[in-house]
């Protein structure tokens, strides 16, 4: 028991330096592209400087080192095990009577940890600097309407509307929006607001407006109720619970918020009647994380640990590099399936994990067993 436990720990400290200096590795060479790329986009700006494309470039590094982390797991597990495996000491070790499970507990182990602490600790930040990377692209290398460029022009939500029903909901149409000095403009604004039956109690037509602070003002509204003429009445404020800020991140990409920010926002943002499928995707990506990577130490083992003496050992490393890109196609095609609505966003983002489990035990059981 002490010589497995001992084995263990040598085991899992030569993986995890093998896989640390695998993501590093891996994230210098896509940042050294991301910074060519960024320099290729500013050349045709000479207003802007070097100075802000290499700001850009390392404030991307962590959400780079976070999307390498499973890929450098796969590849530094393989070296790790591989390594292992041609000096023999893994061979003794189950000559010995250690099982293969035995001595991958503490591997597996300490590549779920790292993963955490990616879904914890690098995760928040990693959003942080990302989303300071994004204002600097928008603000020095891209060119058009910022965020809300993406809702076409208008705005469309659904938020509570406790001020005219405890349970009623008001639905809010913009057909003009404009983001100018901090300040959110809508114009040909209308509103309905409903009874918790979702009956049609009163519409309000108004030429212009703003989001100011917890409130929407519009200007000039008129009135007009089922059965009835359409009523001036002025300026109407209509509570709310967004800000300028949060309609932003509603445009922005999920990974600009922190995991910890994620579900209060995801409830913003089906209580505004925007989408949150891509947020939810994300965060069950994010929670899927540690997981997923003893997922991929466990593919990583069940590719690398054949005996050198039996053949085709460069063919079982390949088929676990083929493996992984595999793994990869099929979380980019279940994440395009999750947001069309097709898959659930949990089986969507847990998907690669899920695959890269029954992968990993089949071939272990083979290795072990077979």
């Given amino acids: 028991m002490i010589v497995a436990v001992t084995l263990s720990r040598y085991i899992a400290r030569q993986f995890v330096f093998s896989v640390v200096a695998m993501i590093a590795s891996l994230t210098g060479i896509v940042c050294l592209f991301d910074f060519i790329d960024l320099l290729r986009r500013v050349a045709t700006k000479p207003d802007v400087s070097t100075n802000v494309v290499t700001e850009i470039a390392a404030l991307h590094v962590p959400y780079f080192a976070t999307e390498i982390l499973p890929f450098g797991m ?9 390594r292992l495996t041609r000096s023999s000491e893994l061979i003794v070790a189950r000559a010995a009577g250690i099982s293969a499970w035995q001595f991958l507990t503490a591997p597996v182990a300490c590549a779920m940890l790292i993963g955490a602490i990616f879904t914890t600790l690098i995760s928040p930040v990693s959003s942080s600097m990302y989303r300071r990377a994004e204002e600097l692209d928008q603000q020095y290398l891209r060119t058009g309407g910022g965020p809300l460029s993406l809702s076409s022009g208008s705005l469309w939500l659904r938020q509570s509307d406790a001020q005219f029903d405890p349970h009623g909901v008001a639905m809010l149409h913009a057909r003009g929006v404009q983001l100018k000095d901090g300040l959110l403009r809508i114009r040909n604004v209308s509103v309905f607001r409903l009874d918790h039956q979702d009956r049609l ?7 212009e407006g703003y989001l100011g602070t917890l409130k929407w003002i519009l200007n000039d509204a008129s ?11 002025g300026q109407i404020d209509l509570p709310t619970d967004l800000t300028v800020s949060r309609v932003q991140e509603s445009f922005s990409s999920p990974e600009t918020l922190s995991v910890w920010a994620l579900p209060g926002f995801i409830s913003l943002l089906d209580r505004s009647g925007f989408s949150s499928i891509r947020h939810r995707i994300h965060f069950q990506s994010l929670l899927a994380l540690p997981m997923l990577a003893g997922t991929m130490a466990l593919v990583a083992a069940g590719f690398s640990m054949r005996p050198s003496r039996r053949g085709g050992v460069a063919r079982m490393i390949g088929s676990g590099v083929a493996a992984g890109f595999l793994l990869f196609t099929v979380s980019k095609v279940a994440e395009q399936f999750g947001n069309s ?6 089986l969507a983002a847990w998907a690669p994990t899920l695959a890269g489990l029954c992968l990993a035990v089949s071939l272990l059981l083979h290795l072990e067993d077979g």
Wanted: proline letters at 15%; hydrophobic letters at 55%.
């Fill in 74 to 82: 796969l590849l530094g597990g393989i070296v790790c095990f591989w």
């Fill in 223 to 233: 009135v007009v109720r089922p059965n009835d003429l359409l009523h001036p009445v």
């Fill in 201 to 207: 109690m009163m519409r309000i037509e108004a030429p």
């Fill in 341 to 346: 609505g097709a898959l659930p966003p949990m």
